[in-house]
């Protein structure tokens, strides 16, 4: 049987949260971007960047790669974590758009994206691609919504018949999927080829030209990493048991996509010429060295264990090595190993902490409520439940 009881202390810490980032957004809207951040003329570029969009995107990559994986090329073992991984696909690309629009300075200019296109511009291509995503995203989850209205004890919910919007879902579910796959491919990549345009910013050991590459190729490896640990967390806290096949069939396939970014980071390296900057470009060597071990290598080593594939806990640090792993590589592209201009130092503010932090509490928050009223993992089809 579920284990349905609110965790109340963790349930107040999470409000608390969300209630402390909420008044920051307040005072940032009230006082302007310079009140609550570190963020200047050099370094513009700042923790929202950093952790809300390129860590939030490509760690919400799980979405658009198991649903693939289901929907596509009916992969059916995997159908039970193809909500968890949609709801936080959806959680995180809504996630980003609440942060962009705090870091930007004029954010309700945002909408001139949708009237005055840039074509040439791989910004324009990823603003355009999350917000189409996220409606997508949107659809992919609502059928979980509809079930959950369908067995709601409230007339005058119950009293709807939320099959018709459900068929009309799964009538077009394919189209979706696929539009996700496409969506998530453009811009996935496109956040890479941002840094493209700055060849004189971006240490040599990060820039490259296919840049736009391991950014898809990464986020596709740490999908299935983020559906073992999401899915891991709510056997934890809400009960629900996958079983060990499962887990071990996503962690299975890791180690090759991994493999594959290995050899495209260093062939790169090699074929232009500066292998030689991993042993002597102090101390941003360090930076990449650690985001090859850790997030590359030994997940690498410890997915191809068939023990550890078979051990619940042995997937689950595994997959965290890979997201912290992920997390590393996003901030050393988009801070750690950008140049600053002389004169510029940056840390961020405790207030820029405090918003970041709100939202991850936000998104946890509606994911406890979604596994509470909602048929999350083990779903039935709508026609078989009682009205």
Same mark, same amino acid.
């Given at each position: 049987?579920?284990?349905?009881?609110?965790?109340? #202390?963790? *349930?107040?810490?999470?409000?608390?949260?969300?209630? /402390?980032?909420?008044?920051?957004?307040?005072?940032?809207?009230?006082? @302007?971007?310079?009140?609550?951040?570190?963020?200047?003329?050099?370094?513009?570029?700042?923790?929202?960047?950093?952790?809300?969009?390129?860590?939030?995107?490509?760690?919400?990559?799980?979405?658009?790669?198991?649903? @693939?994986?289901?929907?596509?090329?009916?992969?059916?073992?995997y159908h039970p974590v193809v909500r968890p991984a949609i709801l936080t696909a959806f959680l995180g690309y809504t996630l980003v758009i609440l942060a962009l629009l705090v870091d930007l300075g004029q954010p309700w200019y945002i909408w001139h994206i949708?009237?005055?296109?840039?074509?040439?511009?791989?910004? !324009?291509?990823?603003?355009?691609?999350?917000?189409?995503?996220?409606?997508?995203?949107?659809?992919?989850?609502?059928?979980?919504?509809?079930?959950?209205?369908?067995?709601?004890?409230?007339?005058?919910?119950?009293?709807?018949?939320?099959?018709?919007?459900?068929?009309?879902?799964?009538?077009?579910?394919?189209?979706?999927?696929?539009?996700?796959?496409? /969506?998530? *491919? /453009?811009?996935?990549?496109?956040?890479?080829?941002?840094?493209?345009?700055?060849?004189?910013?971006?240490?040599?050991?990060?820039?490259?030209?296919?840049?736009?590459?391991?950014?898809?190729?990464?986020?596709?490896?740490?999908?299935?990493?983020?559906?073992?640990?999401?899915?891991?967390?709510?056997?934890?806290?809400?009960?629900?048991?996958?079983?060990?096949?499962?887990?071990?069939?996503?962690?299975?396939?890791v180690p090759y996509i991994l493999g594959l970014f290995l050899l495209l980071k260093f062939f790169e390296l090699m074929a232009v010429g500066e292998i030689g900057l991993i042993f002597t470009a102090y101390p941003y060597n360090l930076l990449w060295w650690?985001?090859?071990?850790? @997030?590359? &290598?030994?997940?690498?080593?410890?997915?191809?264990?068939?023990?550890?594939?078979?051990?619940?806990?042995?997937? !689950?640090? *595994?997959? &965290?090595?890979?997201?912290?792993?992920?997390?590393?590589?996003?901030?050393?592209?988009?801070?750690?190993?950008?140049?600053?201009?002389?004169?510029? &130092?940056? !840390?961020?503010?405790?207030?820029? !902490?405090?918003?970041?932090? @709100?939202?991850?509490?936000?998104?946890?928050?509606?994911?406890?409520?979604?596994?509470?009223?909602?048929?999350? #993992?083990?779903?039935?089809?709508?026609?078989?439940?009682?009205?």
């Amino acid at each position: 049987m579920q284990r349905r009881h609110p965790f109340s #202390i963790g *349930t107040s810490i999470l409000s608390i949260l969300v209630i /402390l980032g909420l008044a920051v957004m307040i005072y940032r809207f009230v006082n @302007g971007l310079g009140a609550i951040s570190n963020l200047s003329d050099g370094r513009p570029w700042g923790l929202w960047i950093s952790f809300d969009l390129y860590c939030g995107v490509a760690l919400a990559a799980g979405g658009f790669t198991l649903a @693939g994986a289901v929907y596509i090329f009916r992969l059916e073992k995997y159908h039970p974590v193809v909500r968890p991984a949609i709801l936080t696909a959806f959680l995180g690309y809504t996630l980003v758009i609440l942060a962009l629009l705090v870091d930007l300075g004029q954010p309700w200019y945002i909408w001139h994206i949708i009237i005055n296109w840039n074509v040439h511009s791989p910004l !324009f291509e990823v603003g355009m691609c999350v917000m189409t995503y996220t409606v997508v995203l949107a659809l992919e989850f609502s059928p979980a919504v509809f079930e959950g209205l369908n067995r709601s004890n409230l007339p005058v919910v119950r009293d709807i018949n939320w099959r018709v919007p459900w068929g009309v879902i799964r009538a077009i579910q394919i189209p979706l999927v696929i539009a996700g796959v496409v /969506l998530s *491919t /453009l811009h996935q990549s496109s956040l890479g080829s941002m840094l493209l345009m700055m060849p004189t910013t971006l240490h040599a050991l990060w820039y490259s030209p296919i840049l736009p590459i391991l950014f898809l190729v990464s986020a596709i490896a740490v999908g299935p990493a983020m559906v073992i640990f999401e899915s891991t967390l709510s056997n934890r806290v809400f009960g629900h048991r996958l079983e060990t096949d499962i887990l071990s069939g996503l962690a299975k396939i890791v180690p090759y996509i991994l493999g594959l970014f290995l050899l495209l980071k260093f062939f790169e390296l090699m074929a232009v010429g500066e292998i030689g900057l991993i042993f002597t470009a102090y101390p941003y060597n360090l930076l990449w060295w650690g985001e090859i071990i850790i @997030g590359s &290598v030994l997940p690498i080593i410890l997915f191809s264990i068939p023990d550890i594939r078979q051990s619940r806990k042995g997937v !689950f640090w *595994t997959s &965290v090595l890979v997201i912290m792993g992920l997390i590393f590589n996003r901030f050393n592209v988009s801070m750690l190993a950008l140049g600053m201009r002389p004169g510029y &130092v940056y !840390f961020p503010h405790w207030m820029e !902490f405090a918003i970041s932090i @709100g939202l991850v509490a936000d998104a946890l928050l509606v994911v406890w409520l979604a596994y509470r009223f909602l048929p999350i #993992i083990q779903h039935e089809e709508m026609a078989e439940v009682k009205a």
